[in-house]
């Protein structure tokens, strides 16, 4: 499959807690994304990771990236309702201009 | 315009029919990219254009799709003989320029189709 991984599939957590999702890719890449996605239409940027960055900070979101496992992580602090949604790692393979969406992690958050 | 515009937002189809998805992306993007999401699924990459020309068309699942995009802009995806298989959400993104290495996209709301 081209597609990455992601775990969980989905989270459920109260308001206030924060939330992890971790994401697997298959191939060197340029850099790691962060998307969202509400009601399965429209996907909106979070945030975005160089492949010499370990670690990106934006507001209430923590990203890591860790290039020898293929991995990255996304951190959402002090959640709130209105973080419900999908979110998405995709990962710009090297050399290349496709970007490779992971299966995604349903978060919801209960207020 | 401000954001990537798709139109229709919504197709129902009958099954063998021809559809057309279209696409409208921010103004002066030069990357275009078709994605196809399956019900509570992940992403799966059709087709990227760099410009009119579309460097990669492995992603396209059947030669009943094509894609085309005009002028560096507008582009149209085309599912010939539908399937009930072809019913998702198809997106549509742009970004900014042929160098792609730290290019976010821009999606537009997609197009559900539903192929009865």
């Known amino acids: 499959s081209q597609q990455g991984e992601e775990d969980p599939q989905a989270l459920s957590i109260q308001e206030g807690e924060n939330a992890t999702m971790n994401c697997s890719y298959k191939?060197?890449?340029?850099?790691l994304q962060w998307y969202r996605q509400n009601s399965g239409r429209g996907l909106v940027h979070l945030i975005l990771i160089r492949s010499n960055e370990r670690e990106k900070h934006s507001g209430r979101l923590r990203v890591t990236l860790d290039t020898s496992k293929k991995s990255s992580s996304l951190l959402i602090t002090a959640s709130r309702a209105a973080d419900t949604a999908s979110y998405f790692c995709a990962a710009l393979s090297s050399g290349t201009y496709k970007y490779i969406f992971g299966t995604g992690t349903r978060l919801k958050v209960l207020a | 315009g401000a954001g990537v515009s798709q139109s229709p937002s919504n197709k129902v189809t009958e099954k063998g029919k021809d559809v057309e998805l279209r696409c409208d992306p921010i103004?002066?993007?030069?990357?275009l990219y078709w994605y196809r999401q399956s019900l509570g699924q992940g992403l799966e990459f059709l087709i990227y254009f760099q410009g009119n020309s579309a460097p990669d068309k492995s992603g396209l699942p059947s030669d009943r799709f094509s894609a085309e995009r005009t002028g560096g802009s507008v582009s149209t995806l085309t599912i010939q003989r539908t399937q009930q298989e072809d019913s998702a959400v198809y997106l549509c993104?742009?970004?900014?320029?042929?160098?792609?290495?730290?290019?976010?996209?821009?999606f537009g709301s997609g197009t559900q189709l539903s192929v009865l």
């Open positions: 103004s002066g993007h030069t990357a």
């Open positions: 993104a742009s970004s900014g320029s042929s160098g792609f290495a730290n290019e976010k996209l821009f």
């Open positions: 191939t060197s890449i340029n850099n």
